[in-house]
């Protein structure tokens, strides 16, 4: 999130709205390596951890190792088709005259060239995680991010590099990331179960990494095919609206990734104790989860709310992006409290191994429902229509992500008492 939110303010502060909606065009596909990341790193730190709560250690090494390396062969893959198809791939997205330039450039550098280390640097930092090494993974990623905020305005203002000075910081900092994450594995040595030699590399873990990965990647996937529907919309109403959504859709997006972190924090412990049937200790670190996202979250809301147009202007000076984007994050914000509990239900059961209930709820939530929905709004009410999308998605699914998660639960505890 600091790497979108740093790109995004630096460029900004340039004052050309057409190189904001170049990074807001380019963003959602460089956010499906975060899916790929969350296909490989959370589902390889599930079953890791699910490992270590059956005192499977033996293992381990081999998921770790087709975790990365694997991850690290489809992004390679990703990133060259993306190469080959960037001209039509950028239309696709919504690129104007004025915006294909800068977005060609800012593609090439975090995607094409930067792939790789973003994706390794997220399974890496996944992979510490799930044996408990928090702090670890936190200092890989702080790192990155600070990185990334130090060389922004350097390569932008100093080197005058505009866009594609942000593109070169983030897909540096990625690389040092994972040199980050490298040296710490080196120096935890015992401690950690975990190998990163491509000579454990088995396909024989695939298929549970990917049934419970499967189901975040898709959640993160379509997100950005929503995003990427939203912003090719918004573009038939020109540059300033997509410039305005893509700076919104960062700040909306703070709050739900503080959310993921807690969904990852939590997730080493909900899969330890599944996997030794301790369901009530699970269910009290659920739910607690839960209740600190709400909180926080309705915070961000009353903060967004309050102070939408001083945050605007920070973002970028040109005052119709600005009041533009005001309007914009009052509404959009109000959907980050139900949006933040559906998540976190949903990694609740990738988590427990359970990626077929979560791949359900991602699919009718983003594919069912928003997708839809968000042309449905823009053919009725136009594009304030399209921004209340999101609240009207996560209304209708609260239900169903609570219903799946007590029958899921239901069904353990049937379990257990059969058991015994």
Same mark, same amino acid.
């Given at each position: 999130?600091?790497?979108?939110? /740093?790109?995004?303010?630096?460029?900004?502060?340039?004052?050309?709205?057409? $190189?904001? /909606?170049?990074?807001?065009?380019?963003?959602?596909?460089?956010?499906?390596?975060? @899916? !790929?990341?969350?296909?490989?790193?959370?589902?390889?730190?599930?079953?890791?951890?699910?490992?270590?709560?059956?005192?499977?250690?033996?293992?381990?090494?081999?998921?770790?190792?087709?975790?990365?390396?694997?991850?690290?062969?489809?992004?390679?893959?990703?990133?060259?088709?993306?190469?080959? %198809?960037?001209?039509?791939?950028?239309?696709?997205?919504?690129?104007?005259?004025?915006?294909?330039?800068?977005?060609?450039?800012?593609?090439?550098?975090?995607?094409? =060239?930067?792939?790789?280390?973003?994706?390794?640097?997220?399974?890496?930092?996944?992979?510490?995680?799930? #044996?408990?090494?928090?702090?670890?993974?936190?200092?890989?990623? $702080?790192?990155?991010?600070?990185?990334?905020?130090?060389?922004?305005?350097?390569?932008?203002?100093?080197?005058? =590099?505009?866009?594609?000075? /942000?593109?070169?910081?983030?897909?540096?900092?990625?690389? @040092?990331?994972?040199?980050?994450?490298?040296?710490?594995?080196?120096?935890?040595?015992?401690?950690?179960?975990?190998?990163?030699?491509?000579?454990?590399?088995?396909?024989? &873990?695939?298929?549970?990494?990917?049934?419970?990965?499967?189901?975040?990647?898709?959640?993160?996937?379509?997100?950005?095919?929503?995003?990427?529907?939203?912003?090719?919309? %918004?573009?038939?109403?020109?540059?300033?609206?997509?410039? %305005?959504?893509?700076?919104?859709?960062?700040?909306?997006?703070?709050?739900?990734?503080?959310?993921?972190?807690?969904?990852?924090?939590?997730?080493?412990?909900?899969?330890?104790? &599944?996997?030794?049937?301790?369901?009530?200790? =699970?269910?009290?670190?659920?739910?607690?989860?839960?209740?600190?996202?709400?909180? $926080?979250?309705?915070?961000?809301?009353?903060?967004?709310?309050?102070?939408?147009?001083?945050?605007?202007?920070?973002?970028?000076?040109?005052?119709?992006?600005? +009041?533009?984007?005001?309007?914009?994050?009052?509404?959009?914000?109000? %959907?980050?409290?139900?949006?933040?509990?559906?998540?976190?239900?949903?990694?609740?059961?990738?988590?427990?191994?359970?990626?077929?209930?979560?791949?359900?709820?991602? &699919?009718?939530?983003?594919? !069912?429902?928003?997708?839809?929905?968000?042309?449905?709004?823009?053919?009725?009410?136009?594009?304030?229509?399209?921004?209340? +999308?999101?609240?009207?998605? #996560?209304?209708?699914?609260?239900?169903?992500?609570?219903?799946?998660?007590?029958? +899921?639960?239901?069904?353990?505890?049937?379990? #257990?008492?059969? /058991?015994?």
């Amino acid at each position: 999130m600091i790497y979108n939110l /740093a790109d995004t303010f630096f460029v900004g502060q340039i004052g050309n709205p057409a $190189m904001v /909606a170049a990074v807001s065009l380019v963003s959602p596909w460089f956010n499906l390596l975060t @899916a !790929l990341g969350n296909l490989f790193g959370l589902g390889g730190s599930s079953l890791i951890s699910r490992m270590l709560g059956a005192k499977k250690h033996g293992n381990i090494k081999h998921v770790a190792a087709f975790s990365v390396w694997g991850g690290a062969a489809v992004t390679l893959v990703f990133s060259l088709g993306t190469f080959l %198809a960037r001209g039509p791939l950028l239309r696709f997205l919504g690129a104007s005259p004025d915006t294909y330039g800068y977005a060609e450039s800012y593609l090439f550098w975090v995607v094409v =060239m930067g792939g790789i280390p973003t994706m390794v640097s997220l399974t890496l930092g996944h992979l510490l995680r799930s #044996e408990g090494h928090a702090r670890e993974a936190s200092a890989g990623m $702080m790192f990155g991010g600070i990185l990334n905020v130090v060389l922004d305005p350097v390569l932008i203002f100093g080197f005058h =590099m505009d866009v594609a000075g /942000a593109a070169i910081a983030t897909a540096f900092s990625n690389a @040092a990331s994972v040199v980050f994450f490298v040296i710490r594995y080196l120096k935890l040595g015992n401690q950690t179960s975990v190998s990163l030699h491509p000579k454990h590399f088995t396909f024989r &873990f695939a298929g549970p990494i990917f049934s419970v990965g499967l189901a975040s990647a898709l959640a993160t996937a379509l997100g950005n095919a929503s995003n990427m529907v939203m912003v090719r919309l %918004a573009s038939g109403y020109g540059d300033i609206p997509v410039a %305005a959504y893509g700076i919104v859709k960062r700040i909306d997006q703070f709050p739900l990734n503080v959310s993921m972190g807690l969904c990852q924090g939590f997730m080493p412990l909900v899969g330890y104790n &599944f996997a030794a049937e301790n369901y009530d200790r =699970m269910r009290h670190v659920s739910v607690f989860s839960w209740k600190t996202a709400l909180v $926080m979250s309705i915070c961000f809301v009353a903060c967004f709310a309050g102070f939408a147009p001083q945050i605007l202007h920070v973002f970028i000076p040109e005052a119709q992006t600005s +009041t533009l984007g005001t309007r914009f994050l009052r509404i959009a914000c109000l %959907a980050v409290p139900l949006t933040s509990v559906n998540f976190l239900i949903s990694y609740t059961l990738q988590a427990m191994g359970k990626g077929i209930q979560s791949a359900a709820l991602t &699919f009718s939530r983003q594919g !069912l429902l928003n997708i839809p929905l968000l042309i449905l709004m823009n053919v009725l009410v136009g594009l304030y229509g399209m921004i209340w +999308t999101q609240l009207v998605v #996560e209304i209708i699914m609260l239900p169903v992500s609570l219903g799946m998660y007590g029958m +899921t639960l239901k069904r353990l505890r049937g379990t #257990e008492k059969t /058991a015994g």
